[in-house]
């Protein structure tokens, strides 16, 4: 069985599990309050040029989201985001679960645009509504698409001109980043977000995601956040130790950024052989999640062989097939894939 | 510095991570459909005697906590538990973060007693106050305090005659069930608990616990509480391969059990020591947690080479503090505190 | 000035004014264990048929909304509603809240379907998602139609199978039970819900909402809920009177029923003289609620001489403005619009 | 049967009586945003000297906590309170399903000190506890004692001295202002307090709450949280009729004032008589709540002719009942009382 299921579907990456290793002895204090954090934190920073911002450790994306956004909201207050976001569908309503609304605008390629944020906070003008706050984006979106640095400039804007906060998902940044289509910069992100996170857990770590608080306003007491919605990671460390791997040697050598690469480059040609083959696609993807469109017969036939989640039944026998590819992603599969279609 | 800070200090067993090593390239489903979380599954219900239980996988002890107490009660229901409770004291209000009040009795022992909720039910008689509903319990306590099987089996049949639910945190169960003066057996737990878990993080492993729910009426949909509030690992096998590795061979030679062993073993050498030394302990410990009383000046002194926890001020210019052991504690530690005071 | 801005405008009818005034010096006891609430409950059972059913006085619509749904759901169960349902627009997220995302679906004419209900269950496979467990609806709707009996027991149907339980609001149930085109009974009301309210903030009291809960299921400890979400009021004595005023004499004679057909009345008089002036309507109303189109000028014409909602801005310099009467509006009043347009 | 039940036991005040009448035809928007509730705020602003406060009015006291306390806590946040504060014992929970902990300093007097306060906050020193952010405290409080102008200050003192804030809970303020023991000024509430209310539930509306928040940075938006709780009455200017009758001519000549000296005067009569018989009190109390201790036999025998709540059983075959007057309590009742001891 070929997996194009997830990017987490193996353990971490072979850099990570060394440093695992080698630091399993190791004796430090917990809950993130030792060196392995503070470096990771410093090579978060300086490849973010973010001198000035808090970096928190947490395990999953989830979690980071509900903790982030439950700090930063007032109870009455609401996050925007496409209806093909995260946190409006696939987090089981952890948004809700804190108290907070999530309003949704339709999209079908997942990117948020500054016309969909002026319609959302139009439509909630007082007292009897709840009032956006907070943009929820994420890079690259859940299907695929990454943003233009001048749209994530222009959300900027028009976030800062009606008073909301910009907070992006991370948790396939470095795919995004790593596209040959982005030309967005890492210090773009802290110049126009409030907050945002770095994906660990879909970029080569066994779990974990490095959440940056930009904005000032939202630092204070947010360890209290972690801890409260149960994100405390007793050995804090692991995340440290994962993160300082994946971010050490500077930005553009990164083995995160490498990983983000790899996997972009096995999954682009992967799509080409399928629009070459002729088959259509429910949107282009320039990261490492692609949404091919067979025939319901065919997708039968790849089940044999490859596991992938099936997205959407479209109409006249044909299935929206999500395949995904990973650091771990051998270009031997991509070529099975092609050759069995 | 010689760490007697946590059991939590280190990375994980040496045979913990070489399962982890061993397994990091395989690829399977992602949230814990796997087959390693199968099986450690498996191993737990039989360690445990529990065949019909579910069992979860979760990352840290609070997370269990809420996810658990937040799908058990409805929305007005109250945990009862010792005014040392961990989800009282430690978690930050997180079981008030999902809308539940923790009523507390007064201890300094760490046990809860019948008379303690008998109490605490007659002084919620109606609908103007919270109406208790679950028993939280800690066996280890947080003052390394055990239950008495008698004791146990005394809490299940008060909680049965008053309608609540029994909870046990098993944090530090290991320690427990290993102490030489423990009488609770695996399977008391199963016909005692409505729900309990047994934990890793402080006990050999990277971080994990799981949570055994044995009250069918509880089981239902709880995955969908643990996507909810944030704590379902992504790739959550590594808790299948580490609970895996700490329960195979059986209980009674379980690393699991061994490791509770080893860390009691050094500790109670601590505590004899100590006590022979002359000083006196806030309450007796036959677990792998310490609370020996020093002048204020030894405690000066032993900061300078070991690590550890000040649990409170006592007065005449002494200090509680706490000493814990774990699997990476060396015996040579031990002899450098006594040495030490 | 003349008021067609909501049927909330005023006090009391004449009839609960005489009543709170007669016993405005008797003793009760508080919290709504005093005679008046149990005569009232006893009415309103007998008025729907529904001798089993527990009944419950609230003050406000948000919080018998807000109450009851979160008494009902587990922590990851959602509401489904029509993309116009109160709960999901006006409520200023008080269901999210208390912990529960509202699924919407999309709507004209404010009627929730067996298709939608089906398309929203679908949607929702998995522990990722939420779980749509409760169906919101309102009769009369936040447009003004109704459903008929046959619509009424489809949704029954649906449920059902489908394992939701049917919440009806009714706010504007006096409006639409009294319509002309309505063929519901009270007693399918019962058959047909879990859970539904009848109002009387809208229908002729100061201020109360009854609400019934049929299933025996939803039943236990509902006024712990009542307390815990701030509903519960210290004169409770005061729904009683209110409620045992509007509801003696039997269903067909009752106070109640009669402000219905008053207000639809005039209402349809309104409509009636409004499409014959040759002004269309957002939607066909049968009840007290009117949405008719105007040009922007002749609004703000009316707006000089009559206080009414603006519904929303439509194309073409027109807008669509809401139209409300209620048991204090006067025929006069009904006849000095007529003359305007 | 004679009520000493509490001081909700009837309607309202015969002048609030009146107005609800004369008023009751008028036509106004609702919500609270009418003439009346204008005129009310500005009569209370005037009265207790805060022309800056925002003031909302509210149905009732739990509704009134909860609101203020979830709005101007941050999720991790805390309330401090004695052990017999209302929040923590009979709201059902109320403050702790929006999230909070409430974290309660044991008392008999009922009285919350800076000594308590500092206790309070000395135990939660870091992000594993909850933060104490707010001192809530009841004039009256629940056992009938008030505070000093000087305990206040002092207690506004060592809040500002450790960032919290004060809030008082003021369900019997009117009582307390108008005892004879009292040497509070309305103005002293204004600079001590962060947010107060004022209660009408207790002293002569039919319902009702005027929350003044004091504290600029606690103003923001909190109308959406009064609307999403669902405590924002639709015919809000009830509210607005209410406390305008109840404060109009000025404070020392208020209705309201007068409703708590009378209340009081029978009060004190009723507890002179009392310990003149030779019976205990519970704590001296200097206003409208009294709580004599006697022997369960006499308790038993008055409970035949009177109405009273039971405040608990002491050791020897004694019982502390509670007796509270009203506007509505007639000398008679008390002296029937004080023949029957």
């Not at 209290?224 to 994100?231: D, E, L, W």
């Not at 990164?254 to 983000?260: C, H, Q, Y």
């Not at 990261?287 to 062989?305: H, R, S, W």
Request: one cysteine or more; aromatic letters at 10%.
């Amino acid at each position: 069985m070929i997996f194009f299921q997830n990017d987490y579907s193996e353990g971490c990456h072979p850099a990570v599990l060394e440093a695992l290793n080698r630091t399993n002895f190791d004796h430090t204090s917990g809950y993130g309050r030792d060196p392995y954090c503070e470096e990771a934190a410093g090579l978060i920073r300086e490849a973010f040029h973010c001198e000035g911002a808090d970096v928190h450790f947490l395990v999953g994306g989830t979690q980071t989201n509900q903790t982030a956004i439950a700090a930063f909201l007032r109870p009455w207050e609401a996050a925007v985001c496409t209806s093909l976001g995260h946190i409006a569908v696939h987090e089981t309503g952890s948004i809700e679960a804190t108290g907070h609304k999530v309003v949704t605008c339709p999209s079908e390629d997942g990117l948020l645009t500054p016309e969909m944020v002026r319609a959302a906070v139009a439509a909630h003008p007082d007292e009897h509504m709840v009032k956006p706050k907070l943009c929820y984006i994420s890079d690259s979106t859940e299907v695929g698409t990454i943003y233009s640095r001048s749209q994530l400039y222009a959300l900027r804007d028009v976030c800062k001109e009606l008073g909301l906060y910009l907070y992006l998902d991370g948790a396939r940044l470095g795919s995004a980043l790593a596209s040959k289509e982005n030309d967005i910069r890492p210090e773009d992100l802290s110049a126009c977000c409030d907050a945002f996170y770095v994906g660990g857990t879909k970029n080569g770590a066994l779990f974990g995601e490095a959440l940056v608080i930009v904005n000032p306003a939202l630092k204070a007491d947010f360890r209290y956040g972690i801890k409260q919605r149960g994100g405390m990671l007793a050995k804090g460390r692991l995340l440290g130790v994962q993160f300082g791997t994946l971010f050490k040697g500077g930005f553009e050598k990164s083995v995160w950024l490498e990983i983000g690469r790899y996997e972009n480059e096995l999954a682009q040609k992967l799509q080409d052989g399928i629009v070459k083959a002729g088959y259509p696609l429910l949107v282009h993807s320039p990261t490492n999640q692609l949404f091919p469109i067979f025939p319901d017969k065919l997708v039968e036939k790849l089940a044999q062989d490859f596991r992938f989640e099936v997205q959407r039944k479209m109409a006249d026998g044909k299935t929206c097939i999500r395949l995904v590819t990973s650091w771990a992603t051998e270009e031997s599969a991509v070529d099975a894939f092609l050759a069995a279609i």
